[in-house]
């Protein structure tokens, strides 16, 4: 019993310590299995994320859903979801929400950016909306802190749905009578107005969200997950440090940070947050997004420049992206040094190529 105890404590420290694990060498079943067991409890028993000075780390845990609605919220839902499919809803009458996001591409558009209104090109990625109704802080850069909010971006947006004016919005759904009756049963008011028809959309995206293959496993269905999953689950908690940043039931910690994507100097230059805040420290930082369902929502990043999970990984392994000495811009010196710094949560690895395969099929459980 003790030489078995014995025996287990030094498996797992050999994990703990896997850099020095022989570069070609898988873990064999019995040395899985000893991982699994770092994993059998609750959340709050697993084994010790390794995070760095700074880190905001709340622990992982099945998210919680919001109670599917009934009554009055369930019509305002459905409401919502007709909205969210109807291209009235766009100046043109040709771009409805679904456009972009789509259910059958994990709410997302599967382009790395949008094209909206007269075929413009957009220049940012188009998010799932899973998870759109958990979030403290939505769009890339954070900046509406609600999907009500949120709603008047796209609705306004020159390249999205180019409704200079609001007040047309409203108005053309008001002109639908079917509309105008379920809204009016519901507010108890004759006209439909922009705040009604923004509900009902949030009311929608609300119900989006759906219990994941993590989900049950860290609710206790330790069936939930394989033994390559567990073991990227290990990985992505101790030496890809993802859990640096990616934590909690959404896999962010609500911040925002510079991963080195900011492109700064070139075509694709997108300062992030700084556009939000004015702040020159915030230039090239973006929110934190959630990793859920990431199987189905590639491509990756704001600006999707990554087609596949392995990619973004091995950009993880590289220590994140970088602005080149070369990209110096001697009208922005505070945001060229800013955009170059890149947050002390990221640091480079390596992995095995068998350890990226784990890593990855459990990012594909999320
Ligand atoms: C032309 C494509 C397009 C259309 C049409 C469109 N969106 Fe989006 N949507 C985007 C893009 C691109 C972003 C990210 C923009 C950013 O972060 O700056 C986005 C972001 C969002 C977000 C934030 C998600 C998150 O995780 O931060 C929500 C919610 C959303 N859209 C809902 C809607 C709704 C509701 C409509 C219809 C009223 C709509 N979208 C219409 C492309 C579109
Ligand atoms: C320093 C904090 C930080 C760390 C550490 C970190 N990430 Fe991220 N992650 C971010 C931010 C910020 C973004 C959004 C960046 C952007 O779009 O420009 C992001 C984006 C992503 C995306 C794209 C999500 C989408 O919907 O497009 C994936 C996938 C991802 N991270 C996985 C990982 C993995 C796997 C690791 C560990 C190897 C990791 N991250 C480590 C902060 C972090």
């Known amino acids: 019993m003790t030489l078995a105890l014995i025996v287990g404590v ?55 859903l919001h109670p599917r609605p009934q009554g009055n919220d369930l019509d305002r839902a459905r409401l919502g979801g007709e909205l969210f ?30 094209f909206g209104h007269g075929r413009a090109e957009g220049k940012r990625n188009a998010p799932s909306l899973f998870t759109a109704g958990y979030q403290s802080a939505l769009f890339w850069d954070g900046r509406a802190p609600t999907l009500e909010q949120q709603a008047l971006g796209p609705l306004t947006d020159g390249r999205e ?15 639908i009578e079917n509309y105008r009756q379920r809204f009016a049963a519901l507010t108890g008011r004759d006209t439909i107005e922009l705040q009604d028809i ?20 860290a609710a206790g269905d330790r069936k939930a997950l394989t033994d390559e999953e567990v073991w990227g689950l290990h990985l992505f908690r101790t030496k890809a440090g993802c859990a640096n940043c990616h934590n909690g039931p959404l896999f962010s910690d609500g911040g ?4 080195g994507l900011s492109y700064f100097g070139r075509a694709l230059e997108d300062l992030g947050r700084y556009g939000v805040t004015g702040k020159p420290e915030d230039a090239g930082r973006f ?25 973004v990984v091995r950009f993880y392994e590289g220590g994140g992206g970088r602005v080149r000495d070369d990209r110096k811009d001697a009208q922005r010196p505070a945001l060229f040094e800013a955009a170059r710094r890149k947050s002390s949560l990221l640091q480079p690895f390596t992995l095995m190529p068998a350890e990226r395969a784990a890593l990855v099929a459990f990012l594909r459980t999320l």
């Open 10 to 64: 030094f498996t797992l420290a050999s994990f703990v310590g896997a850099n020095r694990r022989p570069l070609s060498e898988v873990p064999s079943p019995g040395e899985l299995a000893e991982l699994r067991k770092l994993y059998t409890g609750a959340p709050a028993t697993w084994a010790r994320p390794r995070l760095r000075p700074g880190a905001k780390f709340t622990e992982m845990a099945p998210l919680r």
């Open 85 to 114: 499919n109807d291209p009235r809803l766009s100046a043109s009458g040709h771009f409805a929400c679904q456009s972009c996001h789509n259910r059958r591409l994990g709410w997302g558009d599967g382009l790395p950016v949008s």
């Open 161 to 175: 749905m180019a409704n200079g004016e609001l007040t047309g919005v409203a108005d053309r759904i008001n002109a």
């Open 198 to 217: 923004t509900a009902a959309l949030a009311a929608f995206e609300r119900t989006l969200e759906r219990a994941t293959r993590f989900d049950r496993f």
């Open 256 to 259: 925002a940070h510079n991963i």
């Open 287 to 311: 929110r934190t997004p959630s990793l859920r369902h990431l199987s189905e929502t590639q491509p990756y990043m704001h600006n999707g420049v990554f087609p596949t999970l392995p990619g």
